[in-house]
């Protein structure tokens, strides 16, 4: 059965982990860390960036103007369109805001000049090292932030200079690591491999699941299926609802050994996993998974053939919600769940 209706002065930086005997809390907490610290944001929340669904500027401006980390997801856009995007945030907004930039993308090298040129004060950058990159942007003042995928590429962002790691679990949307290792594991473990701000990810839909970064020892978390289902994510109504409607276990990994990525089910995964469970080879394999594109599901509205990419928090969300009331509810949420837990204590 369906669950939801269709739809068509400086920051004090603290302590970042829970201390054993914690002092009492105060009935407003304030959540500084050491990301709100380094971003200059006032809640540790990170808006993911999202092919089609953050490629605009009404995304990242409705976060960042209520106090989160808003981000522009270069990706599928087309360089004058980024450059009008971030134009737009920084006329609606006088906060940080961010741009993701997928490093194996064609048009990489154009995006990061573009960064450069336009005075983003942050930088995500996926699917590819730092390396290359890095030191014109901290020449910049830009600040840097690295998706990861295991603690080991978090260490090796470290040692190029990054200012922050994004650890991704195998329950989030889009690309998840390789080695599908869940959230919980893969934050402590990267957590307990570098010495920069972790930012964690994966399955996170409430304020409770940011708390629960926090007590991890992250610095923030960052949210993308959760920021998918607002009315300012630029994505297709039929594919807003079919998320809107999932489970909990109505996600899958779809192309393992490729470039594999968690999607609601549809009738295009139903077909390619059963292509992969009687033994199909390769270049059928190849085949399937390339007629399939995230841009048909996006912009088409095509939600039976399209890769419908959303993560398993897609089961704990039950309505769209304006980003900038979603920021401050989740920041309320985190604050309640971090006092209920202390109130644990004796």
């Known amino acids: 059965m369906p669950r939801a209706t269709s739809t068509t ?8 982990r829970i201390p054993t005997n914690p002092p009492t809390l105060p009935s407003r907490i304030m959540l500084a860390t050491r990301l709100t ?3 200059g944001i006032r809640h540790p929340i990170v808006q993911g960036g999202m092919s089609w669904a953050s490629s605009n500027a009404e995304l990242a401006l409705a976060v960042s103007e209520a106090g989160g980390l808003g981000v522009i997801a270069a990706g599928p856009m087309y360089p004058d369109d980024l450059r009008a995007a971030i134009a737009r945030v920084r006329a609606g907004t006088r906060q940080p805001f961010a741009v993701n930039v997928p490093l194996y993308n064609k048009r990489a090298a154009e995006f990061l000049d573009i960064v450069l040129e336009t005075g983003v004060p942050v930088i995500i950058a996926s699917q590819g ?12 003042g830009v600040t840097w932030i690295q998706v990861t995928a295991n603690p080991l590429h978090a260490r090796k962002a470290e040692d190029a200079g990054v200012d922050a790691v ?3 679990g195998g329950e989030a949307g889009g690309h998840p690591g390789p080695d599908e290792v869940g959230t919980l594991v893969l934050v402590r473990a990267t957590v307990n491999a570098v010495t920069v701000p972790v930012i964690g990810a994966g399955g996170i839909a409430d304020g409770a699941g940011i708390a629960a970064m926090l007590a991890l020892g992250a610095s923030g978390a960052q949210l993308g299926t959760r920021f998918l289902l ?3 994510s630029g994505l297709h109504a039929a594919y807003k609802d079919l998320v809107l409607n999932a489970g909990i276990g109505d996600t899958a990994i779809v ?15 139903t077909e390619y996993e059963a292509a992969a469970n009687r033994g199909a080879d390769d270049a059928e394999l190849d085949a399937l998974f390339a007629r399939s594109s995230l841009r048909q599901a996006a912009k088409d509205g095509d939600v039976a053939q399209g890769k419908v990419e959303a993560g398993q928090s897609a089961g704990l969300i039950d309505k769209l919600e304006p980003a900038g009331e979603l920021v401050e509810r989740l920041a309320r949420e985190a604050e309640a769940a971090l006092s209920g837990a202390a109130s644990c204590i004796r």
């Open 129 to 140: 090292g730092p390396k290359a990159h890095i030191g014109r942007f901290k020449e910049a």
């Open 37 to 39: 610290a380094l971003l």
């Open 230 to 232: 607002t009315p300012e």
């Open 166 to 168: 994004i650890a991704v």
């Open 9 to 16: 002065g400086s920051v004090p930086q603290p302590a970042e």
């Open 255 to 269: 192309g393992r050994g490729r470039s594999p990525i968690r999607m609601v089910k549809n009738a295009f995964s």
